[in-house]
Nanobody, 124 residues
Framework: VQLQASGGGSVQPGGSLRLSCEVS????????IAWYRQAPGKEREGVAC???????DYEDSVKGRFAVARDNAKNMGYLQMNHLKPEDTAVYLC???????????????????WGQGTLVTVSS
């Protein structure tokens, strides 16, 4: 299984970015896709997740600003990030697991494959 997150970049506060997660080596249909981030000097944290049925879950600080989506036909996951804040600055990574979203976001279930992340920098 390989995962590749992309779409990061530098934006000003209030800006938007759309991250993509390309998954290969498995069929995503029944997997939850989870997004994580890790800021310098901080622990990795779960940000957003979408399960195989399309139900979503979010970390409190991103609710109402971020939206997670998936395209099973393309084996892709997406994270639309709006109203970005400087504290959103981090490396963002994706994971695909057969697990519940709340367990994944809390890292009670730790993904076995993170793939390469993408850097998001929010700064004026």
């Amino acid at each position: 299984v390989q995962l590749q997150a992309s779409g990061g970049g530098s934006v000003q506060p209030g800006g938007s970015l759309r991250l993509s997660c390309e998954v290969s080596g498995l069929s995503l249909r029944y997997y939850a896709i989870a997004w994580y981030r890790q800021a310098p000097g901080k622990e990795r944290e779960g940000v957003a997740c979408i399960n195989g049925a399309g139900a979503t879950d979010y970390e409190d600080s991103v609710k109402g600003r971020f939206a997670v989506a998936r395209d099973n036909a393309k084996n892709m996951g997406y994270l639309q990030m709006n109203h970005l804040k400087p504290e959103d600055t981090a490396v963002y990574l994706c994971a695909a697991e057969l697990a519940q979203c709340d367990h994944l976001l809390a890292l009670w279930v730790r993904p076995g494959n993170w793939g390469q992340g993408t850097l998001v920098t929010v700064s004026s």
